[in-house]
């Protein structure tokens, strides 16, 4: 295996991420399994073969429509159909929306077993198989049920984005972006420049990199009751985009709602003063030369009301927007999002 990082956490619980130029290098690592359930993303089904110990496999149609309470039921009975018990290991095998219900299905079955994620997106590797967050939408809204609960590893390969549609990458590149731009001014400039770039040199350091700031996040702050709540870095806006679209029959993805919530938010930081130069026009640029759709196609008001729903409003109405003070910093901002309708 290549780059390994682990970081311990509160509650006797590490944090591990690993690293391997092909998805081979992780068998080694599952040999001593004595029970392993394969939860595949059927997009990429046969991407890994196991030759033994595996008591289950169940290839999963993923969808946002998809992504419900109703499937992770389904693979906990798989799970307990095939006899997996609490020393077996479930292995999620796809993206970000495979990871999260995988995850938490793994969570909740005889009260949790382990699970590993191998994310197969570019979004997945430098955002959502990470962290420990699990979870499934609820009536259209993102991510309402769940729980957060470490993989024993998340294993990172490049190989396996070599075959992901051009679309998928780029809405992966928008969730590498907003890593750095709420922790690292220079790596933020390296990404650009490498998204920028037909070969896109030095992807997979970029990709490491971005694993390790959110790693040592949720490290100081595992249960999102701080510092890692900056990693929403435009997901309030990004979820409601994503709410709207939904309700509209459109098709937008999450990571093109998460390049329109990133400049929605400098948007916001510079109308209320919070950036200290104006942060908007360079990233709406930057975000052009990567190829990202930045500019929100839906009304403010109709944003607003989907964020009044969203887990992250208060009892007082007031969402938590973070905001960049500058590029490498963000800054927690609550706010009523009827006020969005006037400063947007």
Known sequence: MGKTLEIRLPEEETLRIGSGETLSELLPLLAEEKELFVICDAAVDGFLCFDRNVKGFVSVEVSEET???????????????????RE????????????????FAASIYKRGVRYLNVPTTLLAQVDA???????????????????IRQPQLTFLCPEVLRTLPERDFRSGAAELLKTFLLADATL??????????????DLGALIFEAARIKAEIVARDPFESGERRKLNLGHTFAHAIEHEAQSRGEDIT??????????????????????????AERLSADMAACGLRADCPYPMASLA???????KAGADGRVRFILLRRIGEAVEFPLDPDELIDKL
């Not at 077996?88 to 995850?103: R, S």
């Not at 198989?129 to 729980?147: E, I």
């Not at 933020?188 to 040199?201: D, M, N, T």
């Not at 989907?306 to 887990?311: E, G, L, S, Y």
């Open 129 to 147: 198989g990470l962290g420990g967050k699990t979870g499934v939408n609820f009536d259209s809204y993102k991510n309402m049920l769940g729980v």
């Open 67 to 85: 992504k419900t309470i109703d499937t992770v039921l389904m693979l906990c009975r798989s799970m307990m159909e095939a006899g997996l018990t």
């Open 305 to 311: 009301a989907a964020m009044t729903r969203d887990k």
């Open 88 to 103: 077996g290991l479930v292995v999620a095998l796809g993206g970000g929306i495979l990871t999260d219900m995988a995850g």
């Open 254 to 279: 999450h990571g093109e709602a998460v390049a329109m919530g990133l400049l929605l938010a400098a948007r916001l930081s510079d109308a209320l003063g919070v950036s200290e130069s104006p942060l």
């Open 188 to 201: 933020y400039g390296k990404a650009v420049a490498c998204l920028s770039a037909p070969e896109r040199p």
